[in-house]
């Protein structure tokens, strides 16, 4: 993510001017607006669900420092808004920072643990066209990592630390309400399982096939030790396989099992980090983009960061430490709300494992696309429909220049299909 946007001003509107100085007003921000500044983040395949803009806002008081923000808006494709619509994507978010983040802040203020959000930006504004948030980048040196180099040790310890207390407010706040069906009632949508949308199941349906397809080519076209078997395992998976096997694990949340408020696409470019200059140790973590939450067992969340975003020799050598990080996170979080669990080792690891397929395709299936996505436009994409052939040619394209490179993602993946045998549940 770059420190800056680019150069080029886009055009703002009096009528747009008029809504920052109203969307200031509604944050007791009355000092009066010089100037609204709107630049093109020069972000291209950061965000699937919308387009991205710096604002700065200067003020007629010299004295005051301008007020730098991130913007999120629909992309200009038609096709792609109306599936963003679907998803109820903009609505959940601004349910989740508008509704759901300040009463959750009330509560944890008067546990004593108000600092406990600060793993969420401030938002200004939110609507279903629109998202007004903190700019992390200009003002707190905050940066996305390189999703296609994975995250080492201390990225991911930091990540599994924000995805505990995220889990353990969600569960506080829900017992709070009185159980998830109260909870849901007031705070609506942000149980909504985008996969229920037609356009969306079509689309991660047929990205599926088409990644898994592109790590079958690879199989066949480097001779690897372990290739023949994978290959056979692996076509296993095609003509929706793949596709059900996550769905299964979505769909088989049970009673008895311990549930919370997922962030459902808690990976490496929705989150971000902060380093220290000198060191350049990790000292910040803020989870972005909750635009795809879903009431279901945190396994979910865990298995689709650890295998989408994890470097695969640290999820392997690390694994056990990582997930007893996240295990001691979320009992201290929630014992200092008061609303201990009765969650042990062994039984988060059974729930990862019965879930697991949920991440573990997510991750070898679009493992292939990460080289590319740098520069996806999705208004270049037309139809959405047209979207996961329109990634794989651009696959296909960086393949063909690409061969070595090929041949280590087709070593990675047999080896991530041992992962598969080890976690499995027969």
Request: contains cysteine; charged residues 25%.
């Amino acid at each position: 993510m770059p420190a800056l946007p680019s150069s080029k001003n886009l055009g703002v509107t009096e009528a747009t001017k008029l809504k920052y100085k109203e969307i200031l007003k509604a944050n007791g921000i009355t000092d009066e607006v010089a100037e609204v500044n709107i630049k093109d983040s020069g972000l291209r395949g950061e965000g699937f669900i919308s387009q991205q803009q710096y604002v700065s806002i200067k003020f007629q008081n010299p004295n005051l420092k301008p007020l730098n923000l991130f913007e999120k808006s629909h992309t200009a494709n038609e096709s792609h808004s109306v599936m963003v619509d679907d998803l109820k994507a903009f609505a959940k978010e601004t349910r989740f920072f508008m509704d759901y983040v300040p009463a959750a802040r009330e509560l944890c203020k008067s546990k004593g643990q108000e600092r406990l959000l600060d793993i969420y930006p401030k938002c200004y504004y939110g609507d279903d066209k629109l998202m007004i948030f903190e700019n992390l980048v200009v003002d707190k040196g905050y940066v996305l990592l390189p999703k296609e180099e994975m995250q080492d040790f201390e990225a991911a310890t930091f990540a599994m630390k924000t995805l505990a207390k995220h889990h353990a407010i969600s569960h506080a706040m829900i017992k709070a309400q009185g159980g998830p069906q109260k909870f849901f009632q007031k705070f609506k949508s942000l149980d909504f399982e985008s996969f229920s949308a037609p356009a969306f199941e079509f689309m991660i349906k047929s990205s599926l096939e088409n990644n898994l397809n592109t790590n079958i080519q690879l199989l066949e076209t480097n001779n690897i030790e372990g290739g023949e078997e994978a290959l056979a395992k692996s076509k296993l998976w095609l003509n929706g396989k793949s596709y059900e096997l996550v769905e299964e694990a979505i769909n088989s949340l049970t009673d008895d099992e311990f549930a919370v408020l997922c962030h459902g696409d808690f990976w490496n470019n929705n989150m971000m980090f902060k380093r220290d200059p000198e060191s350049n140790k990790i000292t910040g973590h803020i989870a972005i983009d909750l635009q795809v939450t879903r009431y279901n067992s945190p396994a979910l969340d865990i298995s689709y960061y650890l295998f989408t975003s994890v470097k695969p020799a640290v999820r392997r050598e690390h694994l056990q430490t990582l997930l007893t990080t996240y295990l001691e996170t979320l009992h201290e979080t929630t014992r200092n709300l008061d609303c201990p669990i009765d969650l042990t080792y062994d039984d988060l690891f059974l729930a990862i494992r019965k879930k697991f397929n949920y991440g573990f395709f997510f991750g070898i299936c679009f493992g292939p696309a990460m080289n590319v996505l740098s520069n996806f436009d999705i208004n270049e994409v037309g139809d959405i429909t047209n979207m996961s052939s329109f990634v794989n040619k651009l696959i296909q394209d960086w393949l063909a220049n690409n061969k070595e490179v090929g041949k280590e993602m087709a070593i990675s993946f047999v080896d991530v299909l041992k992962e598969y045998d080890e976690l499995k549940v027969d």
